[in-house]
């Protein structure tokens, strides 16, 4: 008797079961009220002055991440040899991380971390890659002619390179494609010290005493000549956009970066 309403009892659940599983159709209207969102979405464009394919694979979510790389090469050999540089590659750079932001400044502008860097993560929202393609329409003429990738949003810290020097030998070391980076503003603080000491430092000028005006130069090196004294002083300054583009750059018309530092927003 146990057996027969056990039994009878499982049957029972395997049925209500295969009922609340069951898909049920909705009218349009019944669409209408619900609310959902796609974790992957792909999104295509074309742009007929180029006669490119634009493919956009995209996450909806917002993920932490925390990347050390010691070297990044892409593209390394292959056709652009022919400029020149047989060992080269397109991309190369050495030392390249992504991190949360710091907390605070030290005297010299440096990033500080109430901890270790690597343990803090940049918040990224709805990450993506994206696909150029030209002559899409035929598989055998088909070709990738570039690729992105990004998010509607990074806040966090980038950096490549750890040599603080005025030649570094690490950081972006290569650069082939097309980089654009935006106007910006800072400040910097000049170190105090005497300028008119040495013997390329003459100070010339005209001096208005009595109705007369007699012009002097400065005798660096003489007695009783010290120089100006120049204290140490804040000065503002802008960086125009400025873009880059080229193969295998190695250098370009833009003060060298030694630690890049960009907040994403």
């Known amino acids: 008797m146990k057996k027969i309403i056990l039994n009878s009892l499982i049957v029972t ?46 996450i909806e979510a917002l993920m932490e991440l925390n990347i050390n790389i010691k ?22 750079i050495s030392n390249l991380a992504l991190s949360g932001l710091n907390t605070s400044l030290d005297d010299k502008g440096n990033p500080v971390f109430s901890g270790d860097r690597a ?13 150029a393609i030209k002559n899409g329409g035929s598989a055998s003429t088909r070709e990738v002619v570039g690729f992105r990738l990004g998010a509607d949003k990074i806040v966090g810290l980038l950096t490549m390179g750890t040599d ?3 030649n570094p030998n ?13 106007q910006t503003t800072g400040e ?3 170190k105090a010290g005497t300028f008119g000491i040495a013997n390329d430092e003459k100070i010339s000028g005209n001096l208005k005493a009595l109705g007369q005006t007699r012009t002097f130069t ?15 002083m804040r000065v503002d300054f802008t960086m125009p956009e400025t873009v880059v583009t080229g193969q295998r750059l190695k250098s370009a018309t833009v003060s060298n970066i030694v630690l890049l530092l960009l907040r994403f927003h």
Do not use: R, W
């Open 170 to 182: 690490d950081g972006l070391k290569s650069f082939s494609g097309y980089m654009k980076m935006a």
């Open 218 to 232: 400065s005798k660096p090196g003489a007695d009783g000549h010290t120089g100006i004294t120049v204290p140490s």
């Open 13 to 58: 659940l395997m049925g209500l079961t295969q009922q609340a599983m069951a898909m049920t159709a909705l009218d349009d209207e019944a669409l209408s009220a619900v609310d959902a969102q796609a974790l992957l979405n792909l999104e295509n464009a074309y742009d007929s002055s180029q006669g490119i394919n634009f493919h956009k694979l995209s």
């Open 71 to 92: 070297t990044l090469q892409l593209g390394c050999g292959g056709t652009n040899n022919s400029i020149g540089n047989t060992n080269g590659c397109d991309i190369d």
């Open 164 to 166: 603080n020097i005025e």
């Open 119 to 131: 343990n803090t993560s940049a918040s990224v929202s709805n990450p993506f890659v994206e696909f």
């Open 188 to 190: 910097s603080v000049t």
